[in-house]
């Protein structure tokens, strides 16, 4: 890992930056590349946009690590009232959601019960709610909730990061059931016993799990998503999805907002499943720092701001 990168997750999880950092006026300037605004009626204005171009959408409302269950309940209520909006305006826009913003580091009954009320409505509109993959500590009890909730609820996807050494075992073993996965690299900071410290092996080991994915694109018990903005690996991997007979329109490609725009409308036009997350909410900070992180010259963006008046 580089130094850069080091520092930029250091400070993702440092409390004084944490409190200061989002009131610096050039900082909030440059979150706007990577967020349409912290109200999610900017995040709808821009699906619709999305819509229009042949790209699906997926909301997610920036938190984590909520530290009162009100809060979990707040966030609940927050997303069934977007699954009432999403359905109401027609669009194709899924959510995305941080199990310990519904509660995950209070009570796991809670966190459960909150995840069945979104679940349940996503079911019921034809709609998805995904599970997001935070750090190490919380990959065993994440997969055993994606476990649990799956027996009762189908349309649940999990995120499964490609830069964990486990990960493409717990992708086998959950490949033996229906399922659907979000396949990343990993954005958090994580001990070299746990994770591969090189990129390269990270990438290797995305590619590996893409592969074994891509077998089951289009088996209608299976969902796949490839997220990243790594257009050569997703050249290969789309690639090799062609050799195996998938067709274009079972292949799915999710990024985030304002990552590769034109990219996103490349694949979209080419008959790809485009989908793009679109992240917004007042407490952007530990996830700004991790998308500088991926990107260090991006803090030259940052710095550039500084002289925004
Ligand atoms: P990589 O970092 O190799 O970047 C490839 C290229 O993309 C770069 O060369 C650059 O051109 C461009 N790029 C990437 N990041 C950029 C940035 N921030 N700014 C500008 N350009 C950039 N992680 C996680 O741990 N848990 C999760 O639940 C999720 N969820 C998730 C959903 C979706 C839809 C996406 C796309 C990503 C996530 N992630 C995530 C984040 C993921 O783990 C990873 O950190 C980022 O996608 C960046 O890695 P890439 O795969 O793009 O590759």
């Known amino acids: 890992m580089g130094l850069s990168r080091e520092i930029l997750l250091w400070a993702s999880r440092n409390e004084w930056l944490q409190k200061h950092v989002p ?9 706007r590349r990577f967020m349409p605004g912290e109200d999610v009626s900017a995040a709808f204005a821009e699906a619709e946009r999305f819509q229009q171009q042949g790209i699906f959408t997926v909301f997610t409302r920036l938190g984590e690590n909520i530290e009162d269950l009100s809060e979990a309940e707040a966030v609940t209520q927050h997303y069934l009232e977007v699954l009432a ?15 310990t913003q519904l509660g995950f580091d209070l009570s796991e009954e809670t966190t459960l019960a909150n995840f069945r009320r979104l679940a349940e409505v996503a079911e019921r509109e ?3 709610v995904w599970i997001d993959m935070e750090s190490s500590e919380y990959v065993d ?13 189908h349309r649940v996807g999990l995120c499964l990061q490609s830069y964990l050494y486990r990960s493409y075992d717990d992708l086998e073993r ?16 994580e001990p070299r016993h746990i994770a591969f410290p090189k990129k390269r092996d990270v990438d290797a080991n995305y ?15 299976v969902r796949a998503a490839i997220a990243t903005h790594d257009v050569g690996l997703i050249g290969r991997i789309r690639a090799r999805a062609h050799e195996l007979g998938v067709a274009d329109k079972d292949f ?3 990024m985030l907002y304002g990552i590769r725009p034109a990219e996103q409308l490349r694949l979209a036009s080419e008959g790809v499943r485009m989908g793009v997350l679109i992240s917004y909410g007042e407490s952007w900070y530990p996830w700004y720092m991790r998308r ?18």
């Open 23 to 31: 009131r610096w006026r050039f900082v909030r300037y440059s979150v």
């Open 85 to 99: 909006e999403i359905k109401r305006r027609n669009l194709p826009t899924e959510i995305s959601v941080k199990l």
């Open 126 to 128: 034809k709609n998805w």
């Open 141 to 153: 009890r994440t997969l055993a909730f994606y476990e649990t909730v799956r027996q009762e609820f």
């Open 174 to 189: 959950l490949l033996q059931k229906p399922a659907a996965i979000r396949l990343v690299k990993g954005a958090y900071k």
């Open 207 to 221: 590619f590996r799990m893409a592969e074994r994915l891509v077998q089951d694109f289009g088996r209608n018990t």
């Open 252 to 254: 799915e490609v999710q």
């Open 292 to 309: 500088l992180a991926e990107r260090p010259a991006n803090v030259l963006f940052v710095l550039k701001n500084l002289f925004v008046k």
